[in-house]
Nanobody, 125 residues
C-alpha cells in the first residue's frame, strides 16, 4: 500500500505564500506523475498542477499559472506545491495524488491511483 501524506496547510492573508509538501511512503512505488488538486466547499475537485517524476516537466491550471510551482525531491520521495500571491479563491482542501501509469490525462482526477488525506488552505481577504 502506498501512503501520501500532505503537510503545510494553514491560514494566510491574501497576497501571502504557503508551501505544501506531500511525502510518499509504503511499498515500492515508482511514481510517473504526481499531481495536486483542490476542492472548495460546494465545488468539484479541480486540477491545480502536476509533475512528471522522471523528467520534472510540469503542467498547471490556468487559474494558478505564474503563481504556483510544483517541484519534487526524488531522494525524499516528496513533491511540493509552492503557492505565491494567494487569493481568497484559492481557499480549499488541497490533495496530492500519484500514479505510475503513463499516457493519461493528468488533469483528470481519475488518472490517479493514490491520494493523500488533504490539507486545508484558507486565504483571508
Amino acid at each position: 500500500q502506498v501512503q501520501l501524506v500532505e503537510a503545510g496547510g494553514g491560514l494566510v492573508q491574501a497576497g501571502g505564500s504557503l508551501r505544501l509538501s506531500c511525502a510518499a511512503s509504503g511499498r515500492t512505488f515508482s511514481a510517473y506523475v504526481m499531481g495536486w488538486f483542490r476542492q472548495a466547499p460546494g465545488k468539484e475537485r479541480e486540477f491545480v498542477g502536476c509533475i512528471n517524476w522522471i523528467t520534472g516537466g510540469t503542467n498547471y491550471a490556468d487559474s494558478v499559472k505564474g503563481r504556483f510551482t510544483v517541484s519534487r525531491d526524488n531522494a525524499k520521495s516528496t513533491v511540493y506545491l509552492q503557492m505565491n500571491g494567494l487569493k481568497a479563491e484559492d481557499t480549499a482542501v488541497y490533495y496530492c495524488a500519484a500514479t505510475s501509469s503513463p499516457f493519461r490525462d493528468y488533469a483528470d482526477a481519475g488518472a490517479y491511483d493514490y491520494w493523500g488525506q488533504g490539507t486545508q488552505v484558507t486565504v483571508s481577504s
